[in-house]
């Protein structure tokens, strides 16, 4: 697909596309759409980015020590916190009900966390369980550029990182999700991120 394509969208087909560059985030496609025409992958990755770089951060819908769950779709009111909140555990239940959406379902499996046994499931579950109490949001890693052990590796790192710190951190995970999902869309070069 080349950006003359995409600059001939409309809404509908947009979204349709672009819907999941942001996992769970149709409405932020919606916003970019408006901003049209892109005059290249760069400009459009550019539109998405900076988008989520001007929402604020925090979630003021979220309770302390709920353990906010993962939402359907996202809502622009829960900031960034809220598109963390999106992205489904890797390697967790979603994958096991067979419910991730395709991009997250290939990711995944890409980085072998469709093939993992028993004792690292537990491990990753575990994991991904304190990191999300700590953080209030589930820990994101963007999977291609990953294989199994090192998803528990870093997960074990980041755990330990101050709070804002690991904010930052797993938006610019977000972005490397993103910036592939885009490149694939349109057949660029996926593996820079
Ligand atoms: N939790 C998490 O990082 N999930 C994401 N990562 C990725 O590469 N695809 C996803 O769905």
């Not at 979204?15 to 149709?26: A, H, K, L, Y």
């Amino acid at each position: 697909m080349d950006i003359e394509k995409v600059n001939s969208m409309d809404f509908g087909e947009f979204v349709d596309v672009f819907g999941n560059v942001i996992e769970r985030c149709p409405l932020i496609a919606a916003a970019v759409w408006s901003q049209r025409p892109f005059s290249d992958l760069e400009d459009l990755k550019k539109h998405f980015f900076a988008f989520i770089d001007a929402l604020p951060q925090s979630d003021p819908t979220s309770i302390p020590g709920a353990g906010a769950g993962q939402p359907l779709y996202w809502d622009p009111e829960t900031g960034q916190e809220g598109i963390l909140r999106c992205h489904p555990d890797l390697a967790g239940s979603e994958l096991r009900r067979g419910t991730l959406t395709a991009e997250s379902q290939r990711e995944q499996s890409a980085a072998g966390l469709t093939s993992l046994g028993a004792d690292e499931r537990l491990r990753l579950a575990e994991l991904n369980a304190q990191y999300r109490a700590r953080f209030g949001f589930p820990f994101v890693l963007a999977a291609r550029f990953s294989d199994r052990a090192a998803v528990s590796r870093e997960l074990a790192r980041r755990l330990l990182c101050p709070s804002a710190q690991e904010l930052r951190t797993a938006l610019g995970e977000v972005k490397k999700i993103g910036s592939l999902r885009l490149a694939d869309l349109l057949r660029a070069d996926p593996a820079k991120p």
